[in-house]
């Protein structure tokens, strides 16, 4: 668990160091994701034993957005009278591309015939 | 004998104290959750931020005080995020199959996401700062708050309606899929994952590790297109 957990810091860190050096618009965490993709393909005995350390490190991801869901609390002010239109705004657009993106997901596929 | 009010002002400064109180808050929502039947509007991030937001506010407690207990909580977002390789590899066959459908999806719901949330707020008078920090909103916290200050947005308020987005689309995802009768795992993942970003996506891993694996594919594919396109929208409508 330590070993694996060692790999995945050591990904990140050098997504970060890539992000940095690059000037990457791309967050560290994200590049280290798919340095850690291909560390599978290249390894796939990594990806096998590093599985269940990942796993269980997803099963709660909740739980890793409370502090900054408490620390916006305080700033919830920040919408000031725009308030109840900003939020209608928020809740219709996340409907709105939730419902195209999953029709337009599901209809390509059935336009390229996808097995499923 | 220490009296309970002087190892309170201790331990209440402790990073101890608010490390167990958000790992609690969070055990709790998340019983309820459970002892729910794992119903979409019982949100755990939604009870455990309330209810600490309460416990702050009850005992008087400063937000930076709080982080440095929550801070270990938080930093563990960022191996999180790496740690998304793990289904999508295990997936990797169906993503191949799907990456036709998927970059259409993403184009198509990231327009939407944008255009739609300006659209309608500047119907409904909002304008300014205010109206350019809505457009990165369905975008991963770091990457929306880089986009929100490079269109003339303010990064604050932008991370705040990027958490709102995040527990609205969490809450809205299942009823909304199953009205509109989509059944496939894939569609449903990389949906949530485009419109709101990790907090839909932790709720597609409550729900089914495929969709979870998509929904962290359409959230970073997300990322990158918004901050290609927001700018150039901001530039043509606003």
């Known amino acids: 668990m330590i070993y694996h957990l060692t790999v995945i810091l050591l990904c990140q860190l050098a997504g970060e160091f890539l992000t940095?050096?690059?000037?990457?618009?791309?967050?560290?965490?994200?590049?280290?994701?798919?340095?850690?993709?291909?560390?599978?393909?290249?390894?796939?005995?990594?990806?096998?034993?590093?599985?269940?350390?990942?796993?269980?490190?997803?099963?709660?991801?909740?739980?890793?957005?409370?502090?900054?869901?408490?620390?916006?609390?305080?700033?919830?002010?920040?919408?000031?009278?725009?308030?109840?239109?900003?939020?209608?705004?928020?809740?219709?657009?996340?409907?709105?591309?939730?419902?195209?993106a999953a029709l337009v997901f599901v209809g390509v596929c059935r336009l390229v015939g996808d097995p499923k | 004998m220490t009296s309970f009010p002087e190892i309170w002002t201790f331990l209440s400064q402790e990073p101890l104290m608010w490390l167990t109180a958000t790992l609690l808050a969070y055990a709790i929502g998340d019983s309820i959750f459970l002892k729910s039947g794992k119903r979409p509007y019982v949100n755990p991030v939604l009870i455990a931020v309330t209810l600490l937001a309460v416990l702050l506010w009850v005992t008087d407690v400063s937000y930076p005080t709080y982080f440095e207990g929550a801070k270990f909580v938080h930093f563990m977002l960022g191996p999180a995020t790496v740690a998304l390789a793990a289904p999508l590899y295990a997936n990797l066959g169906k993503v191949r199959q799907a990456a036709v459908p998927m970059i259409a999806a993403l184009i198509a719901g990231s327009t939407t996401a944008i255009l739609s949330v300006l659209g309608i707020a500047y119907a409904l008078g909002v304008r300014g700062e205010v109206l350019l920090s809505l457009a990165p909103k369905s975008v991963t916290a770091p990457v929306a708050l880089g986009i929100s200050e490079a269109i003339g947005g303010s990064p604050?308020?932008?991370?705040?309606?990027v958490i709102l987005t995040g527990v609205m689309?969490?809450?809205?995802?299942?009823?909304?899929?199953?009205?509109?009768?989509?059944?496939?795992?894939?569609?449903?993942?990389?949906?949530?994952?485009?419109?709101?970003?990790?907090?839909?996506?932790?709720?597609?891993?409550?729900?089914?590790?495929?969709?979870?694996?998509?929904?962290?594919?359409?959230?970073?594919?997300?990322?990158i297109l918004t901050a290609i396109i927001a700018p150039i929208i901001v530039l043509l409508f606003f």
């Open chain 2, 169 to 223: 689309g969490a809450v809205m995802a299942t009823p909304l899929l199953n009205l509109l009768g989509i059944k496939d795992w894939k569609a449903r993942g990389f949906a949530i994952g485009v419109a709101s970003h990790g907090i839909g996506t932790a709720r597609a891993f409550q729900v089914n590790e495929t969709a979870g694996a998509f929904a962290g594919i359409g959230m970073a594919l997300n990322a």
């Open chain 2, 156 to 161: 604050t308020l932008t991370a705040v309606l």
């Open chain 1, 20 to 100: 940095q050096s690059l000037d990457l618009i791309v967050p560290g965490p994200v590049v280290g994701m798919i340095i850690l993709l291909l560390l599978f393909f290249f390894v796939p005995k990594v990806a096998e034993a590093i599985q269940p350390t990942a796993l269980g490190l997803l099963s709660h991801l909740s739980l890793l957005f409370v502090p900054a869901g408490v620390g916006i609390v305080g700033h919830l002010d920040r919408m000031g009278s725009d308030g109840v239109p900003i939020l209608i705004a928020l809740a219709v657009s996340t409907a709105l591309a939730i419902t195209v």
